[in-house]
C-alpha cells in the first residue's frame, strides 16, 4: 500500500507531539509527586502542561525541519531519546554535562550491563520503529515559499497558544519552576541535546589547557625505620554508600569479614565529589573542593599519586573499573583481563578477587615505598548480582538480572548488600595478605567509594543525579583504614593514647585528596 506523502509541518507537529506526550513521561513522573505534596492544584493548569510542552517544541522543531535535515536528525534524535527517556522514567537519571561525559568514557563492559529485554522492548518500540518511520514515510515536496509559509504559520499559531497559556497560568508554571528548577534538565530532547552541545564544545573546539605540574617540593618525611619499605594499598570502592555498611549502623552484617581482622577504622561522615565515576575520581585525587572542580583543568596538571610518585614513591595502579579517568596517565598500570572465562571471569567482567591475582609477585617489583592502588568494579549497577560468586548471595532473595526495575525494591537491597559484603570481604582477604608481609613492609590499607548509589528511594535509581539535586544516598560514602603495628610505628602511633591522633591524622590526609566535606 502506497502512503500519501505528508508535509512537512505536519510531520514536524506529530514529532511535537510525539516528544510532549511519550518522550516526556519522566518529566511527568516527577510533576505528579510534585503535586501529590500540594494543598491545591488547579486541574486546568495540570491539563495545560502537554499542550504547553507540545506547542514549544514544535515551534524548536520547527528550527531542523528542512529537506535534507529533517530525516537524519529526528531520526537520530527520536533513537538518543528513546534510551534517555527508559533511564529517566525508570531509573530518575538526568542527563546533564557530567552524566554524558560519565555515558563516553564507559567502556562496552560497563554499557552492556545496561542492556537487557525490557530496555531493548523499549527502545525498539519508542525509538527504532518510530525513527524508522521518519525515515522512510515519504514527505510531500513543495515550493521554497510554500515550505517558508506554512512553517512561519505553523511557528506564529504555536506562540499564540504559548502566550495564552502562559496568560492564564504564569503564576502556576513559575511557581512549580521555581521551587522546582531542576525540571528544566528532566525535560527531553531540550536539555541533554544541549549539554551534548557543551560537551563537544569543550572537548574538541576549546583552545587547549597547557600541562601544569605542581607539587615540585614535594618529599617524604623521613622514616623511623628507613630498611624497611612502608606498603599502602589503596582501594578505591565503586557505587558502595555508607548507609549500607555495617559500621555505620546499618543493622545487616555486611562488614562481616574485615571485623573479624580487627582495629579497622570507619569513617562515617564523608561525601562524594561528584555522584558518576568520571567526575568523582578524578576530583578526588585533583587539588580542587568540589566546588572548583573542572575536569579538563584536572587532565592537564599533575595530581596525587603524580606527585607521590614525583617523591620517590613507587606508584602501580591496577584496574578492574573499566578506567582510572585519566588519574594514572603517567603512572605505571594495568587492567584484570576481563575477556577471559574462568571462576573469576565471564568474559565481560571480573569478580574483584581477581585482583589480588599476581599481586605478591607485583609488589616484589616495585622498589622503595610503595602504594598499590585497585580500583575494583564493587558495587556496580544494574547488573549488582554479576559483582559476587553464588556462593556469596548472602541476602536472598536477590535480583538476578539488569532490568531492575522488573525486581521487588526488597530484592534490590539484598543484591546490592551482597555486593557490599563480597567488598568487605575482598578487603578482608586483602588485609590478610598484608598481615602475611609484616615482616617485609610496614602494611597499611585505605579504602573510598567513588560515589553512592540510589535503591528505590524517592522512586531513584542508579546513581549520576546532578550533585545539587542528588540525595544523601549518591553523596554519602564509606572510608575505612586498616595499618599494621609496623606502619604505626613508623608513623608514630604506637601507643594506644595516640590511636585518637591517628585517626585524625588519616582525616587531615584524606581531606588532601578532596572526598571530605
Not at 513521561?25 to 510534585?34: A, E, H, S
Not at 541535546?193 to 600541562?211: A, M, N, T
Not at 548507609?243 to 564523608?270: H, S
Request: aromatic share 14%.
Amino acid at each position: 500500500m502506497k502512503i500519501k506523502p505528508i508535509p512537512m509541518w505536519l510531520a514536524t507537529m506529530i514529532l511535537a507531539a510525539y516528544f510532549a506526550l511519550f518522550m516526556n513521561l519522566p518529566i511527568y513522573d516527577r510533576l505528579v509527586d510534585i503535586f501529590h505534596g500540594l494543598e491545591h492544584v488547579d486541574p486546568v493548569f495540570v491539563a495545560t502542561i502537554p499542550f504547553f510542552f507540545f506547542f514549544s517544541l514544535n515551534v524548536i522543531f520547527n528550527v531542523f525541519a528542512w529537506p535534507y535535515l529533517f530525516r537524519p536528525f529526528f531520526a537520530l534524535l527520536v533513537l538518543v531519546s528513546s534510551a534517555v527517556t527508559y533511564a529517566g522514567f525508570f531509573y530518575g537519571t538526568i542527563f546533564d554535562q557530567d552524566m554524558l561525559v560519565n555515558i563516553v568514557e564507559t567502556n562496552t563492559s560497563e554499557a552492556t550491563s545496561y542492556i537487557s529485554f525490557a530496555s531493548i522492548g523499549w527502545i525498539t518500540a519508542f525509538g527504532i520503529l518510530p525513527a524508522l518511520a521518519i525515515l522512510f514515510v515519504p514527505i510531500s515536496k513543495k515550493g521554497v515559499l510554500h515550505l517558508f509559509g506554512t512553517k512561519l504559520l505553523s511557528v506564529v499559531i504555536s506562540l499564540v497558544a504559548i502566550g495564552a497559556i502562559a496568560a492564564g497560568y504564569y503564576q502556576d508554571y513559575a511557581s512549580v519552576g521555581r521551587n522546582n528548577s531542576y525540571l528544566k534538565r528532566v525535560i527531553i530532547p531540550t536539555h541533554f541535546v544541549y549539554s551534548g552541545y557543551q560537551l563537544v564544545k569543550d572537548r574538541y573546539f576549546s583552545e587547549p589547557i597547557p600541562y601544569k605540574q605542581i607539587g615540585l617540593d614535594a618529599v617524604q618525611d623521613p622514616k623511623a625505620n628507613p630498611e624497611k619499605p612502608d606498603l599502602l594499598v589503596f582501594v578505591l570502592g565503586e557505587t558502595a554508600r555508607a548507609q549500607n555498611f555495617e559500621y555505620a549502623g546499618y543493622p545487616r552484617e555486611t562488614n562481616a569479614f574485615t571485623k573479624q581482622e580487627g582495629d579497622v577504622v570507619f569513617f562515617k561522615d564523608v561525601s562524594s565529589c561528584g555522584t558518576a565515576t568520571a567526575v568523582s575520581v578524578p576530583c578526588m585525587f585533583s587539588n580542587m573542593t568540589r566546588d572548583n572542580f573542572d575536569r579538563e583543568q584536572a587532565d592537564n596538571q599533575d595530581d596525587v599519586v603524580d606527585i607521590l610518585s614525583r617523591a620517590g614513591i613507587d606508584v602501580y595502579w591496577k584496574e578492574n573499573d573499566g578506567g582510572d579517568k585519566g588519574v594514572a596517565k603517567n603512572i605505571h598500570r594495568s587492567e584484570v583481563d576481563n575477556r577471559r572465562v574462568d571462576d573469576l571471569c565471564n568474559g565481560s567482567t571480573c569478580f574483584d578477587m581477581a585482583l589480588l591475582e599476581g599481586m605478591d609477585g607485583e609488589i616484589a617489583g616495585m622498589k622503595g615505598d610503595r602504594v598499590v592502588a585497585l580500583h575494583i568494579i564493587g558495587s556496580h549497577g544494574p547488573t549488582y548480582f554479576q559483582r559476587y560468586p553464588k556462593d556469596m548471595a548472602y541476602f536472598q532473595p536477590d535480583c538476578p538480572r539488569a532490568d531492575i526495575e522488573n525486581c521487588s525494591v526488597e530484592e534490590i537491597v539484598n543484591t546490592y548488600d551482597n555486593t557490599i559484603r563480597y567488598t568487605d570481604y575482598v578487603l578482608s582477604q586483602l588485609i590478610k595478605k598484608l598481615k602475611g608481609l609484616e615482616g617485609q613492609y610496614n602494611t597499611a590499607l585505605f579504602f573510598i567509594s567513588d560515589h553512592g548509589e540510589s535503591l528505590g528511594e524517592n522512586g531513584l535509581f542508579l546513581h549520576g543525579m546532578p550533585y545539587a539535586l542528588a540525595p544523601e544516598t549518591q553523596t554519602r560514602v564509606p572510608m575505612l583504614f586498616w595499618s599494621s603495628p609496623g606502619f604505626d610505628e613508623d608513623k608514630g602511633w604506637i601507643n594506644s593514647a595516640s590511636r585518637a591522633i591517628r585517626t585524625s591524622h588519616i582525616a587531615r590526609t584524606t581531606c588532601s585528596i578532596r572526598c571530605l566535606d
